[in-house]
């Protein structure tokens, strides 16, 4: 009896060692990568009561996917287990969702830390471990939790400096005048700590752009910060963690403030597409707030008040437009320091601003990213000298000189030279619509050396022309600095093509050059979000960067924008619309179809792109009215009468040459709002609003019998049809628009406008030119898209390239005829094309069922010229990697799928009977399931590195 029960101990034993061994096993072959709340890791100041978990995966084998999950939250880290979680327990969901979850535990917190972590079962029933102990941190939430803190501003304003005002001079205006705008204000105070710290936050809100300061040292590595706004309805704060900076006794803080857009007094107030009342909030204002909690358990809070100190200090004029002037003569000394004698300071003054609402900034902050030297140094034609940095960019310049006292060292910014080269042509950055040409200025205080960078403006620029040094500059004088918010460049494109790999580099400079906190048209003239210029090239942008929260916080910029406007064939009836820019006090008109059609395509694109519905969700009512409102200009055709037009074709001046659109503006914005029907029949389904949803359905099926029967024409002597215009041909192709029967002639009536009438040119503005490489590949006009595109003569991105520019320019024009480029030369509205890249060529685009990449589709179309291409596109599942290489028919591809998505391989016939995937013909790999099926000719794959060979049919 004894022996059997020793043998049955002993198979026990074996039978627990083996368990633990495959259950590490199973643990150890699914491993998490990211462990995200709100799309970030280990995240502060998060205000949602409702957060948002989402995590990767990395899953050894093939179509691997997750069954179920089990989230934990507790309110220490010590409380993190499943018998003790106290915020919330899960229990085993199950559920597919691996992206987005929504919390519904207990109410969270304001100010409190909690801890969470993850567990998932995989398809076969297989758990993974806990992930690791993550922790976020909530914000404020709320008004009432910034206790007794107050505004304060500058109460005096005590200027000096001859350097304080700029000249100030429009395009219409025969003389300057002096301008000097809101003082940039100094502040400071000092705290006695005698306990100990066991943490430390500050939560400050600049209306304006702010510096913090603390014990002489500045606190993080913002600058322009917090983004701009409509700082009346929604203005945002930032958070840090101070801990480790405050000292046991005296700690002195600082925080310097200057105008930023808040401020800005000078630039559009006499324009006439601008607030009749000026574009400027109010002087400069701040709010800070300190919360401290020592190690005995108690706590205090330290903020801004009437104690504060004030003064005025070395910059003396500052303008978002104009530039810095620093005047050193008036420098303070070490004004932040414990030791620093502010007796002669004055009292700072409590102020009331007009904010309805302070959230924290969940955006990434600007940032300076990279440093450049000068590349060629020569002198104007008026013996000064001139620098080169080779690259066009927005941010500033930092000086180091060594001057007399009272040496003026002025540096003119601008975009390009004159055509020979001679000298800077200032062009959109000489002032001529803002009043304020790009200039940065120095006063030497004459004590040696001496280091500047300026504080409060950003400008675009590729030149410096500097006046006032006495030796040649160089790399130790004066360096350029990138300065934008600090995105993270998350996919990646390369080909076997020289030119599309330049353009692909220089459509990203131009999205980078333009990101300060809202999504520009241009980083000098005007700094604005237009909207029109925003979702022309959202859809790049997500392929290369993470803008999760960038279009999110962008969209409540729209919202806080719209205000009541009437119908247009119902006056009586108010719809709530955004203006042409969003935000600020510059707006132009109400937003016409074609620009105001963001406000429901960037929630569109975010939520295809990253499958988080609530941006749909918490958008709609606006989107549903604005959609209304387009609806009320409908004509007795069908046709809605209202559109701007496909801005900047090839030789287009509204002034000067305004036939060059060949597009008829409510063409090109009708077929928009065609697609944006769509959309909205999605988001009125995903919003449960079948009257909504069968509306959009009708009015779509309308709008596109209306359109058809009003634009489509036959091209004389042929046999082809088009829309009037190669823009409206490709919309229509693209949006599908175009009936089934007529898609081969208008294909073929595009190719020939292409061809025959333009002689292998686009005359597309930006409207167009997003769409019609991509159309002419889909509908095997491969080799048409990159002749377009290719071609040296104008108009071509690669004519644009061949003249100098390393960014897209705002016209296309003939460069070489003119004096100088006129107009800006960063606009990033022409980076939109080159999605292409990703979807075409890389051919990775998400499915509209299963957004967010859940399920993607897999179609790489290609030029002849193009033998190899490489696309990395990041979703909230793990990178998407597509390596193929095409060679004497045969396409071979290295397609990398994250764990728990699907692609969607498509195939014709003839593809799918030569498909070999690892090695192996298809239909012996199709034997075992758990690599893939099949949906028609097409290959649906799960997770997993797949090598696939088949002979590519040529279209």
């Known amino acids: 009896m004894k022996k059997y029960k020793l043998l049955f101990s002993l198979l026990l034993v074996a039978v627990f060692c083996f368990s633990c061994k495959e259950e590490q096993t199973l643990q150890a072959s699914l491993d998490f990568g990211q462990v995200l709340l709100n799309a970030k890791s280990n995240p502060t100041a998060i205000e949602s009561e409702t957060p948002l978990f989402s995590w990767t995966v990395d899953a050894?084998?093939?179509?691997?996917?997750?069954?179920?999950?089990?989230?934990?939250?507790?309110?220490?880290?010590?409380?993190?287990?499943?018998?003790?979680?106290?915020?919330?327990?899960?229990?085993?969901?199950?559920?597919?969702?691996?992206?987005?979850?929504?919390?519904?535990?207990?109410?969270?917190?304001?100010?409190?830390?909690?801890?969470?972590?993850v567990k998932i079962w995989d398809e076969s029933g297989s758990v993974s471990g806990w992930s690791d102990v993550q922790k976020f941190q909530m914000g404020l939430m709320d008004e009432s939790n910034w206790g007794a803190s107050k505004w304060i501003t500058l109460q005096t304003d005590n200027r000096t400096s001859p350097y304080r005002f700029r000249d100030y001079k429009t395009g219409n205006m025969k003389q300057g005048k002096p301008v000097t705008g809101f003082a940039a204000s100094y502040f400071r105070n000092k705290i006695n700590l005698n306990k100990e710290i066991d943490n430390a936050q500050v939560y400050i809100c600049g209306l304006g752009y702010y510096e913090l300061f603390l014990n002489g040292e500045k606190v993080g590595d913002h600058v322009l910060d917090p983004a701009p706004s409509n700082y009346d309805k929604q203005a945002y704060y930032v958070n840090y963690d101070i801990t480790e900076q405050l000292n046991s006794g005296e700690n002195a803080f600082g925080i310097l403030l200057g105008n930023g857009f808040y401020g800005q007094n000078i630039s559009w107030n006499r324009d006439p597409e601008s607030n009749k009342s000026g574009v400027s909030y109010g002087p400069p204002t701040v709010r800070c707030l300190?919360?401290?909690?020592?190690?005995?358990?108690?706590?205090?809070?330290?903020?801004?008040?009437?104690?504060?100190?004030?003064?005025?200090?070395?910059?003396?004029?500052?303008?978002?437009?104009?530039?810095?002037?620093?005047?050193?003569?008036?420098?303070?000394?070490?004004?932040?320091?414990?030791?620093?004698?502010?007796?002669?300071?004055g009292q700072a003054k409590e102020a009331t601003p007009n904010v309805n609402k302070i959230s924290a900034q969940q955006i990434p902050a600007i940032?300076?990213?990279?440093?450049?030297?000068?590349?060629?140094?020569?002198?104007?034609?008026?013996?000064?000298?001139?620098?080169?940095?080779?690259?066009?960019?927005?941010?500033?310049?930092?000086?180091?000189?060594?001057?007399?006292?009272?040496?003026?060292?002025?540096?003119?910014?601008?975009?390009?030279?004159?055509?020979?080269?001679?000298?800077?042509?200032?062009?959109?950055?000489?002032?001529?619509?803002?009043?304020?040409?790009?200039?940065?200025?120095?006063?030497?205080k004459g004590d040696g050396l001496e280091s500047w960078e300026p504080k409060f403006s950003y400008h675009g620029f590729r030149y410096a022309k500097i006046k006032g040094i006495s030796t040649k500059p160089d790399a130790d004088m004066i360096k350029a600095v990138l300065v934008a918010t600090d995105i993270q460049e998350t996919g990646s494109f390369e080909c076997s093509d020289d030119l599309f790999n330049k353009m692909h580099s220089i459509s990203k400079w131009t999205i980078v050059d333009n990101v300060h906190g809202i999504p520009e048209d241009c980083p000098h003239r005007e700094k604005c979000g237009w909207l029109g210029d925003a979702h022309a090239f959202c859809e790049y942008a997500l392929y290369n960067y993470d803008m999760y929260d960038f279009y999110k916080k962008y969209m409540e910029d729209i919202r806080t924008q719209m205000r009541p406007t009437k119908g247009h064939n119902n006056p009586e009836l108010k719809f709530q619309v955004p203006t042409m820019i969003a935000p600020g006090k510059r707006t132009s008109t109400y937003a016409?179809?074609?620009?105001?059609?963001?406000?429901?395509?960037?929630?569109?694109?975010?939520?295809?792109?990253?499958?988080?519905?609530?941006?749909?969700?918490?958008?709609?009512?606006?989107?549903?009215?604005?959609t209304n409102f387009y609806l009320n200009f409908k004509g007795e055709n069908g046709i809605m009468q209202d559109g701007m037009g496909d801005w900047c074709p090839p030789r287009w001046d509204r002034r000067k040459n305004p036939s060059a659109m060949e597009c008829d503006p409510i063409i090109s914005a009708n077929a928009y709002f065609y697609d944006v029907l769509g959309i909205m029949e999605t988001f009125a389904k995903m919003n449960n609003d079948s009257a909504y949803q069968s509306k959009m359905t009708s009015e779509k099926e309308a709008l596109k019998a209306a359109f058809n029967k009003a634009f489509l024409v036959e091209i004389p002597n042929t046999d082809y049809k088009w829309y009037q215009s190669q823009t409206a041909t490709v919309q229509a192709l693209q949006f599908g628009m175009v009936p089934d029967e007529d898609i081969e002639n208008v294909v073929n009536g595009l190719a020939y406008d292409i061809v025959e009438v333009k002689s292998g040119h686009h005359s597309t503005g930006i409207h167009g030119n997003r769409y019609i490489y991509t159309v002419l590949s889909k509908y095997g006009k491969a080799d048409l898209a990159y002749q377009i595109l290719t071609t040296p003569e104008f108009p071509s991105q690669t004519y644009v390239m061949n003249s100098g520019f390393t960014t897209w320019p705002e016209r296309q024009f003939e460069w070489e005829t003119m004096e100088g480029p006129t107009n800006s030369l960063n606009h990033p509205m022409h980076s939109g094309f080159a999605a292409y890249f990703f979807e075409s060529l890389g051919g990775i685009k998400s499915s509209t069922k299963e957004a967010g990449y859940k399920q993607f589709i897999v179609n790489p179309e290609f030029p002849s010229h193009i033998t190899q291409t490489k696309v990395s596109v990041p979703t909230p599942y793990g990178d998407i990697k597509n390596h193929w290489t095409f060679e004497e028919g045969k396409l071979s591809m290295t397609l990398e799928i994250p764990f728990n998505t699907k692609a969607n391989l498509v195939l014709n016939q003839p593809e799918l009977e030569s498909l070999i995937i690892n090695g192996t013909a298809f239909n012996d790999f199709q034997e075992d399931d758990k690599y893939g099926t099949l949906k028609g000719t097409n290959v649906i794959l799960g997770s997993g590195k797949y090598k696939i060979l088949y002979t590519k049919d040529e279209k």
């Open 592 to 626: 016409k179809i074609d620009w105001g059609v963001a406000t429901m395509y960037l929630p569109w694109y975010n939520y295809l792109y990253y499958g988080d519905d609530a941006i749909v969700k918490e958008y709609y009512p606006e989107m549903k009215d604005l």
């Open 60 to 117: 050894e084998g093939f179509n691997k996917s997750q069954s179920a999950y089990h989230i934990l939250v507790a309110s220490t880290s010590d409380k993190l287990n499943e018998s003790d979680a106290d915020i919330w327990n899960s229990q085993k969901i199950e559920s597919n969702k691996s992206t987005f979850v929504k919390f519904e535990g207990k109410s969270l917190e304001a100010l409190k830390t909690y801890y969470w972590q």
């Open 290 to 345: 300190v919360k401290l909690n020592y190690k005995d358990g108690s706590s205090s809070d330290f903020y801004t008040d009437e104690t504060w100190k004030e003064s005025t200090g070395p910059i003396v004029f500052n303008n978002i437009y104009g530039g810095d002037t620093y005047d050193a003569r008036f420098e303070l000394g070490n004004w932040t320091s414990v030791d620093y004698n502010d007796s002669s300071w």
């Open 367 to 444: 940032k300076k990213l990279k440093e450049f030297e000068p590349q060629n140094v020569f002198k104007g034609a008026d013996d000064e000298w001139i620098v080169d940095f080779g690259q066009n960019i927005a941010g500033w310049v930092k000086l180091n000189v060594k001057e007399q006292e009272g040496q003026l060292i002025e540096v003119i910014t601008t975009e390009a030279l004159l055509t020979n080269g001679k000298d800077i042509f200032q062009g959109s950055t000489g002032g001529g619509a803002n009043g304020m040409a790009q200039i940065y200025q120095y006063i030497c």
